[in-house]
């Protein structure tokens, strides 16, 4: 039944996204439930995959063809485990969109995208085959730029344009290091490489391609700029982009590559958390100045992209378990920081802060959602986010990486005030006239429980942190 459960987590999402302009055609509703039901049958799939995984096994499913191009299926925990997060995060996404987007055109179109969005994250986590992961980060490409430039006008779509061009660029040297790999392994298959790589790091070249890819698609410094600019898309687009999946599939394939299928020279292990340095650092002083609400929200995830970096570029268990949390703890709360962005946007008509104010007072659940992600965004006790900072802040201690280490907590510094100043700005202070209203009944009950699962996840922390230790135990080969 496992490799059933595999099957479907992928191509449930991937196959049955064509058919939902047809439903829609037919019904509204039925289209939205039909594309809530594809993505939760990944989640619910992965769910049953867990617990065989977390017992030891790793499920594979594999037929040859010709030429390497190999399909090779592999769940082990650390598949798994960001299988759970991206369609979790997915299908709260998803029946917020209900209401979100229920009056904007293309709703067939965004349905369409947004499920095989999902499903291509499946298919890459769980890609045994470096051409099978390659041709799925293509497919969240392009999924990615249809979003982005969902509303058709100019300047959205030059932008979308910009995000397409940065990812795929990045992504063909990425492809690069994959035919270095082959020349060197004559296979694409990632045990296969394991193998041949067991006991000398990748050569350098190698690295820099594919390193190149990762930071492109992570939206990292220097390929940064066009997540940001991403936010002109609508906010569950922007909320999929940042905490589900686009940027978390840069950070994945460094796991999968450089920890659990081959090693990387030393000197990586300092150039990178540098780079993730500099990233954190200048993100958090963006989002220090822009008065733009999403821009505000996606310079904070490029900075936290950047401990997510750290925590796996010092190569120690500790800090492996810390980037493994952080990915779960950011993307509950910062889905739940754009989903709220997007209600406000809505009922305010503007993303300037500055002309915002007063809306605790007509807006509470909306703010106290905020305020429980942006908590955890920040790394306050007992939110799920203090925990995984403070693994990755051992981790890099660990490592002997002092400087780097003091340089993320002055990042850290940086999230807790630019994130109580958006706060303040929206929230606080005179009410705006006339008052902005609350959001729908389907869109408060999405922020709100991104909010709960932001500190059930530091409170119940022993559940996933057990989770963590197994998928670092196996990808590290302890």
Not at 1 to 10: A, D
Not at 66 to 82: E, H, Q, R
Not at 133 to 154: D, M, N, P, Q
Request: overall charge positive; hydrophobic content about 55%; proline content about 4%.
């Amino acid at each position: 039944m496992e490799n059933y459960y595999l099957l479907g987590c992928i191509f449930i999402p991937v196959l049955g996204s064509f058919l939902l302009p047809v439903i829609g055609r037919a019904s509204e509703f039925a289209r939205n439930l039909t594309a809530l039901i594809m993505v939760s049958a990944s989640l619910v799939f992965s769910i049953l995959l867990a617990g065989p995984v977390l017992a030891g096994r790793v499920i594979t499913i594999s037929h040859e063809l010709p030429l390497g191009f190999n399909f090779i299926l592999t769940a082990d925990a650390l598949a798994v485990f960001m299988a759970i997060v991206s369609s979790l995060v997915g299908a709260i996404i998803v029946l917020y969109s209900f209401d979100y987007i229920n009056h904007y055109g293309n709703r067939n179109e965004y349905y369409l995208m947004v499920t095989l969005f999902l499903g291509s994250m499946m298919g890459l986590v769980y890609s045994g085959n470096l051409i099978l992961l390659y041709l799925f980060w293509e497919i969240t490409a392009i999924a990615s730029w249809r979003l982005i430039g969902f509303f058709r006008e100019k300047e959205y779509v030059l932008k979308a344009d910009k995000a397409f061009l940065v990812t795929v660029f990045g992504a063909l040297l990425m492809l690069l290091g994959f035919i270095y790999i082959y020349q060197i392994t004559g296979s694409f298959d990632l045990p296969v490489i394991k193998a041949a790589f067991k006991t000398n790091p990748v050569p350098d070249i190698v690295v820099i391609l594919i390193l190149v890819g990762i930071l492109s698609k992570s939206a990292t410094l220097p390929f940064h700029t066009w997540l940001p600019d991403a936010g002109v898309a609508p906010s569950p687009v922007t909320a999929l982009l940042h905490a589900a999946v686009l940027v978390k599939i840069g950070v994945y394939v460094f796991a999968r590559l450089f920890i659990a299928t081959f090693t990387i020279g030393q000197i990586w292990h300092t150039v990178v958390p540098v780079i993730a340095a500099v990233s954190a650092l200048v993100s958090a002083g963006a989002a220090l100045v822009e008065t733009d609400m999403k821009r505000i929200i996606a310079y904070s995830t490029v900075s936290q992209i950047g401990f997510i970096l750290l925590g796996f570029a010092v190569g120690n268990e500790i800090g492996c378990a810390g980037a493994l949390l952080f990915i779960l703890m950011h993307g509950l709360a910062k889905g739940g920081l754009f989903l709220c962005a997007g209600i406000v946007e809505q009922n305010t008509k503007t993303k300037d802060i500055t002309k915002m104010g007063g809306l605790f007072a007509t807006m509470p659940v909306t703010a106290l959602s905020f305020l429980g992600c942006a908590f955890s965004v920040m790394g306050i006790p007992p939110f799920g986010g203090f925990f995984s900072k403070y693994l990755v802040f051992s981790g890099a201690a660990n490592s002997g990486n002092m400087w780097i280490t003091l340089t993320f907590l002055a990042g850290a510094f940086l999230t807790i005030i630019y994130l109580f100043r958006i706060f303040n700005l929206i929230f606080l202070g005179d009410a705006q006239k006339p008052p902005a209203r609350e959001g729908s009944r389907v869109m408060v009950i999405s922020v709100a429980a991104l909010a709960i699962l932001s500190i059930a996840g530091g409170i119940l922390i022993k559940f996933p942190s057990d989770f963590v230790q197994i998928a670092v135990k196996q990808m590290m080969g302890i």
